[in-house]
């Protein structure tokens, strides 16, 4: 299946399954925002449940908060996002279409790696990175030229200058419309955990070097919105501060940036899809910063960041609010402003990322030689929707009051769907399509021996095993 079509397909599964549907569709949507549907919000909060449980449950030292979302605007001035957060972005004079500067590139050096010239678009790709990092736009735009690369819309390379343009969205705060009230949505989580630094260190009397871990919204007003919820104008982030003594911070970015490969890997996706880009060009506050990233089916595309942000944040905010913001080391008698390791994982591009690599359409070869077939998403277990289908053969002969009777048992552990309707075969197929790691299937012989049969989505294998071993297989499978 060809790229476009492997994302169109599952983005039209992801409708169909109630995962992900375009925001007020019945208004014929709104570019690059998105509802999850019934499964999509289960998914969505399993990796989330699993990302806060990785950080403040398996972590001592980390914990978390719950910052708002509007913020005092000198917030946005201190951490330089109101003078620095844009992107360079170039107009076709023609088509009046807007392009980000790098997308453009990358997407032109795409398809020269359609046409096999690989060293070539390399080459194109690294210039353009060197250009971008020490800002010599003119000289971008010159190559842009030199390459005749186009507008998709118009065709032609009449280009306007390459200018920043900033992406965070504004408000107003109460009914003046006056300029002294704008307040911004926040374009990252992370400063929500600066401000709040010294109330959570003294209030759950922390040493550094430790952490604080927030899940949010954030919001950016991305110009070049594609890919889905790759690239999304409201979304959200997983994102962890951790503080450390200055001089330490070389060796905490190696930590964080190996143990968060570690949980991307624990969720049993494979190695091979995945790789770390060093940064060229660093963002405003960052001293050394890689990304983590996937093989999408649309090319390797950065899914986290781990940023060594030295201690900008913490003193640009006691600079502009004159408040210190200090920390007293016991253990050397010292004190200083902490430098910060940042972890900053995008929730919703995690669920492309699970939802895209389980996605599968599979032929199965049947034993009298006829073939079937089938999609199915092979989530990891901890993070499917449901867990157990539970599923009475038919729809009397005592079945279903057996079915409810093990749906009572493992509810409060772990989450059920109970079906009765129409054919064993098509009950598989379904929750095959969202993802049920286990099916149930209760028959007659049950009533007479308290057996099941148990099916596994992936290997599609049925065995007879002891409804009074039922649960806890499911339970150690998500526990893995
Ligand atoms: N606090 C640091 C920070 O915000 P970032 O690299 O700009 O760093 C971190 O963003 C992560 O947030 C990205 O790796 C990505 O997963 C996610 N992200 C950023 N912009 C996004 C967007 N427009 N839509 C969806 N996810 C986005």
Known sequence: MSTENNLQAIIAHAKEYGFVFQSSEIYDG????YDYGPYGSELKKN????????????????VGIDAAIFMHPTTWKASGHVDNFSDPMIDNKDSKKRYRVDHLVEGFADQLKEKGEHDKANGLVASMEKMLAEDAFADLKKMIEEHKISCAVSGTCNWTDIRQFNLMF?????????????????????????????????????????????????????????????????????????????????????????????????????QEKYRYHDHVKLAHYAKEACDIEFEFSFGFKEVEGIHSRSDFDLKQHQEYSKKKQQYFDAEINQNYIPYVIETSIGLDRMFLLVLSHAYQEETIHKEDGTTDSRTVLKIPAKLAPNKLAILPLTKKDGLPEIAKEIMNDCKQDFKCYYEEKDSIGKRYRRQDAIGTPFCVTIDHQTKEDNTVTIRHRDSMVQERIAIADLKNLVINSINQ
């Open 170 to 270: 504004d408000t107003k705060l109460g009914s003046v419309t006056d300029d002294a009230d704008t307040i911004y949505l926040r374009p990252e989580t992370a400063q929500g955990i600066f401000v709040n630094f010294l109330n959570v260190q003294k209030s759950a009397r922390m040493k550094v070097p430790f952490g604080i871990a927030q899940i949010g919204k954030a919001f950016r007003n991305e110009i070049v919105a594609r890919q889905f919820i790759f690239r999304m104008r409201e979304f959200e982030q997983m994102e962890m501060q951790f503080f450390v003594r200055p001089g330490t911070e070389g060796e905490w970015y190696k930590y964080w940036k190996d143990e968060r490969m570690k949980w991307h890997l624990s969720l049993g996706l494979p």
């Open 47 to 62: 990796i989330k449940d699993y990302w806060w449980k990785s950080m403040t449950q398996m972590h001592e030292n980390i």
């Open 30 to 33: 709104l570019s690059a925002v």
